[in-house]
């Protein structure tokens, strides 16, 4: 069985500082890596994946994670949080083929103070 | 290009009521999923289809919740009878099998409230 950890159910960063939102995860096989975001009253967003390669990748609105096998990490982080930032975040794992069964961790409610 | 379609973005019923989602993928999309998505929660998988054929659907409480992708495109999902526990949020997404995951693209969701 795949499964998910966001230990952080909210994280709070003042504008201006970087960010980092926690994910771990259990899977048989390779696994497969995704970072999606949700506003209130939408749809989940994607944001980045990671696939195989280099194990920082690059994703929307200045996102990027870092996959680090031994720990089964893969940390969502950004530069420098927008108040715009401020929403869910989930990390979600899948094995073999990406578009397999997606399995989502609890989500981390990120807040950006102005 | 159009995302995944939902309808309704809303529903309340009464327990005991019946009451069905209608999801559009992506066009070309081969995979869809149905989550659902309880408040402070992360999605959880109901059912997976590839095409038409529905090769994923170990978490749907198939009692009462039942599922249909007429020609590997559109797809309903519906629950009958409906019980307050229902009441979350329905997602629809899609995906396309391809040798380079491209993840899955959710809809807006269907709010379901059970009164």
């Known amino acids: 069985a795949q499964s998910v950890a966001q230990p952080e159910d909210q994280v709070n960063v003042a504008e201006g500082n970087p960010l980092t939102v926690k994910c771990t995860y259990s899977?048989?096989?390779?696994?497969?890596l995704f970072w999606y975001v949700q506003y209130p009253n939408r749809g989940l967003q994607f944001l980045l994946k990671?696939?195989?390669?280099?194990?920082l990748v690059k994703g929307s609105y200045g996102f990027e994670a870092e996959f680090n096998k031994s720990q089964t990490s893969f940390h969502l982080k950004k530069p420098s949080a927008l108040v715009s930032d401020s929403a869910l975040y989930f990390c979600?794992?899948?094995?073999?083929?990406?578009?397999?069964?997606?399995?989502f961790g609890t989500g981390t409610r990120l807040t950006i103070i102005p | 290009e159009a995302g995944v379609v939902q309808s309704p973005r809303y529903k309340i019923i009464e327990k005991k009521q019946p009451v069905a989602f209608w999801c559009n993928p992506i066009?070309?999309?081969?995979?869809l999923y149905w989550y659902r998505q309880n408040l402070g929660q992360g999605p959880e998988l109901l059912i997976r289809?590839?095409?038409?054929?529905?090769?994923?659907d170990s978490q749907l409480p198939k009692d009462r919740f039942s599922a249909e992708r007429l020609k590997g495109v559109d797809s309903t999902l519906k629950i009958q009878p409906a019980e307050l526990g229902d009441s979350a949020v329905y997602l629809c997404?899609?995906?396309?099998?391809?040798?380079?995951?491209?993840?899955?693209?959710f809809g807006q969701g269907t709010r379901l409230t059970v009164v």
């Open positions: 997404a899609s995906s396309l099998r391809s040798q380079v995951p491209i993840g899955a693209f």
């Open positions: 899977v048989s096989g390779n696994p497969y």
């Open positions: 990671y696939i195989t390669g280099d194990n």
């Open positions: 979600a794992v899948s094995s073999n083929f990406g578009n397999e069964k997606l399995t």
């Open positions: 066009s070309g999309h081969n995979t």
């Open positions: 289809y590839e095409n038409e054929e529905a090769v994923d």
